[in-house]
């Protein structure tokens, strides 16, 4: 009913969480029935209920403000909208968040934390709110502020339910109903009156200045619970009465989903945000991953050229270091992505779609994708001797930009399916090791048994290694032969290709097969994603 501000109570595993999860239309454990208002399945009425759930998850780079706005535009619509600015400029002066509004939320206290995560939920403008032991962590005066914010969301109309574990006299008579959960079962709901009444007709007489809800829960959970809890649910069914439904009412949701193309772009946003306070460290990265690697294999292979005998496994290591350098440092980057961020994501599953949130992982790769390429090519062959050097410079970064794209591709879908086992850092080197062993580097692909080209041909580095290969080894027309050199001798770049396997057609080949590893590890990391969403919302 309208102004209810009710209290689960019950003890420890008694199932006030699942219940409450289950009451907000997010459970996904195997049950019957449904929960409805006024005859409607609340899952076909978002926005209707709201939870804000015991453990906070947010995005802790960005501000208060940047949050809600993230929130209205992907909730209800454009935050700009005269409205949507009113209602939530209300919002942070009801719940005390006004001065905090450019505050990170990192950097914010427990008690400000709930506050913060009180006001998503009321976005939406929800008919009923359900809270998760919303003072759990919190002071006495933190818990109150909450509290009393709660107790005047009630007020103004709605449903407020909280679950709330062992609270003090004074918390608990600020509720004006009960409900009281025992052995995975509603064992009472009512009235602070109809609860001890019914404990009463039990025999169960709560002593004067004594903690009722203490009373209560010890009552269902001492040695005598059994007992306890079969009579109190015996006569609380025998005390009920059905009630005829109130007259059906229309029932407006404010919430609407973005399409696709927008979700991406909030989604983004937000990544952004977090990026450009990680510029530092992104920079670090940079100095110390890239640049110094790139002067180390430059000093390493000063002068070099192919068109020697002995140049010619020095240009094949600068290829492979080139290549291995960026597809290990781009896909090992991606791999941690959705460990970090995974209960966040189940936390906000239906708020966007699954293919959505994994684009923009994607996205959010391809400024690392083009930069460290660029930076490694433009050092490490500074003193190397290219035949038309800035041209195959050039077409090196291109190369290995799109080759970053699919290890970044890679490391996603291996951390999308493997992120919730923990077991990612155990698969990753055992899948590194054949699929770089298809690079060429290290033995000669044309020797390789008809069963293990599979395996060829979805290896980033395969296609990275035949590419840059190509690239070079074309250019070099004629190769020293000694006189003294010990057969055979290799006479051309194109001996080159052909002794280690390499593809003449590698211009289609190569671009094909970087977009099919980049399509099929995609799809892996939407399958992984998915079987996330599936298990539902995080609590």
């Known amino acids: 009913m309208e102004n209810e501000f009710a209290a689960v109570i019950g003890p420890s595993g008694a199932g006030k969480t ?28 978002p926005g209707i209920v709201e939870m804000v759930p015991q453990f906070d998850v947010f995005v802790e780079k960005i501000t208060v403000m940047e949050h809600l706005v993230f929130m209205i535009e992907m909730k209800i619509g ?46 939406s403008d929800p008919q009923i709110l359900i809270c998760d032991e919303p003072t759990t962590g919190l002071d006495s005066y933190n818990a109150f502020l909450v509290v009393e914010s709660l107790r005047n969301l009630a007020s103004s109309g709605r449903v407020v339910v909280c679950s709330v574990h062992q609270p003090s006299s004074d918390l608990f008579r600020e509720f004006n109903s009960i409900m009281l959960m025992a052995q995975g079962k509603l064992v009472f709901h009512g009235s602070h009156d109809e609860c001890r009444e019914l404990f009463k007709s039990v025999n169960l007489n709560c002593p004067k200045n004594y903690n ?19 009579r109190l649910l015996y006569s609380f069914k025998e005390r009920s009465q059905c009630k005829t439904d109130e007259e059906t009412k229309a029932i407006h949701t404010q919430t609407h989903r973005r399409n696709w193309f927008k979700q ?72 941690y992505v959705f460990e970090t961020d995974l209960t966040l ?31 490694l090519v433009l050092i490490a062959t500074l003193a190397v001797d290219l035949p038309e050097h800035s041209l195959t410079a050039v077409e090196f970064i ?25 077991l990612m850092s155990d698969v990753m080197p055992c899948a590194d090791l054949p699929l770089f062993l298809m690079s060429g580097a290290f033995l000669r692909l044309s020797s390789l048994p008809r069963w293990l080209y599979p395996v060829k041909y979805v290896s980033h580095f ?23 050199s010990t057969p055979p001798c290799v006479r051309d770049g194109d001996s080159v290709l052909s002794e280690t396997g390499y593809s003449e057609n590698f211009v289609l080949q190569d671009s094909l097969g970087l977009i099919l590893v980049i399509v099929m590890w995609s799809l892996l990391g939407y399958l992984g994603l998915k079987r996330e969403e599936k298990k539902g919302y995080a609590y």
Request: hydrophobic share 40%; net charge positive; with cysteine.
């Open 264 to 335: 991406v772009h909030l989604l983004l946003w937000r990544t952004s945000l977090t990026l450009k306070r990680d510029m530092r460290s992104e920079i670090y990265q940079l100095l110390l991953g890239v640049i110094m690697s790139s002067i180390v294999m430059g000093t390493c292979y000063v002068g070099i050229s192919g068109t020697t005998q002995r140049g010619i496994q020095d240009i094949r290591g600068l290829l492979w270091l080139m290549t291995s350098e960026v597809s290990f440092s781009v896909s090992y980057c991606a791999l």
């Open 398 to 422: 291109a190369v290995l930009i799109v080759t970053a794209l699919s290890a970044s591709a890679y490391g996603l879908g291996m951390g999308a399916l493997f992120s919730s086992t923990g």
């Open 78 to 123: 454009d935050s700009k909208n005269p409205i949507n600015c009113t209602k939530l400029n209300a919002l942070l002066k009801e719940l005390r968040l006004s001065s905090l509004k450019n505050t990170s939320i990192g950097c914010l206290s427990g008690g400000e934390r709930k506050l913060l995560s009180l006001a998503t939920s009321l976005l």
């Open 212 to 230: 009722p809800a203490e009373y209560y829960i010890r009552s269902v959970s001492g040695l005598n619970s059994d007992s306890n809890v079969g």
């Open 462 to 484: 395969y296609y990275g290694m035949d590419a840059v290969s190509n690239i070079y080894w074309r250019k070099i027309g004629e190769i020293d032969c000694p006189s003294n």
């Open 345 to 375: 994501f189940r936390r906000e599953v239906g708020l966007y779609s699954c293919t959505a949130y994994f684009v923009t992982a994607f996205l959010r790769f391809v400024p690392r994708c083009v930069v460290w390429p660029i930076t």
């Open 18 to 45: 699942t219940f409450l999860v289950a009451l907000a239309g997010k459970t996904r454990l195997p049950s019957d029935g449904m929960v409805t208002v006024r005859g409607t399945d609340i899952k076909d009425l």
